[in-house]
């Protein structure tokens, strides 16, 4: 009896690459747009427009170092943006402890999901069995990780984005969509998780079934 891959994986693995699939796309689109923090739209006067993990909207941002507020930012620019004068200190305002740690918490969690898409890809075009069940492990346990770099992420930038003392106008501060998105994307990516260690799971137990009736796989061998 020949088993080919499409027969292999079973309705959870092919859950878990979808639910894999949506988690990458919302890290992603969470990772570089500009939308975790936004002032309210009718609150004239506030500093800040919105804040994303990189990119920064201001209205008109002056800095606590800059007594006499002689320089104003305003507009989108990159937090390490090398060509405005005077962005160093609000590059240093900006990179608070608990920022700094977000940002580093999303980029492993970022970074982890892009190696998933990767064996998710591997998976899909799966040569053979020993080969995929190995690639499921490593999948399941590499989703685990990015998880909990990005639940750490959203919990802690949840908790502290919009507090006091941090940016301007506090008050008139909200979490935004790109924030929203990279919460159900974490969910979407523990989803993923739970699905490829079922499937692993499943694969596991079929590998002992054809060993004790004598299957043969797509590579013609007896397991």
Known sequence: MVVPPRERR????????????????????????????????????????RVGLWTQCFRSLTVPKDVYRERFFVGCRWMFDPFTTGYEDVREMMQAPF?????????????????GTALTGILV???????????LKIAYIDLFIAWAFGFLAVIIFGAMGDNRDWMPHWDHNH?????????????AEFVAAVL??????????KESYRQNHGVFTLEGTKT
């Open 175 to 187: 979490l935004s969509w790109s924030y929203g998105l990279a919460v159900v994307g974490v969910v």
């Open 125 to 135: 075009l799966c040569p053979g069995e020993d080969f995929e069940r190995s690639v």
């Open 196 to 205: 490829f260690w079922v499937e692993y799971r499943i694969q596991k137990r």
């Open 99 to 115: 920022f700094v740690t977000v940002q580093v918490f999303f980029t492993f969690c970022f970074t982890l999901s892009l190696i």
């Open 10 to 49: 079973t309705t959870a693995g092919w859950w878990g690459i979808g639910f894999h699939v949506m988690a990458f796309l919302l890290i992603a689109i969470s990772m570089f747009t500009t939308y975790w923090l936004q002032a309210e739209n009718k609150a004239y006067g506030t500093a800040m427009e």
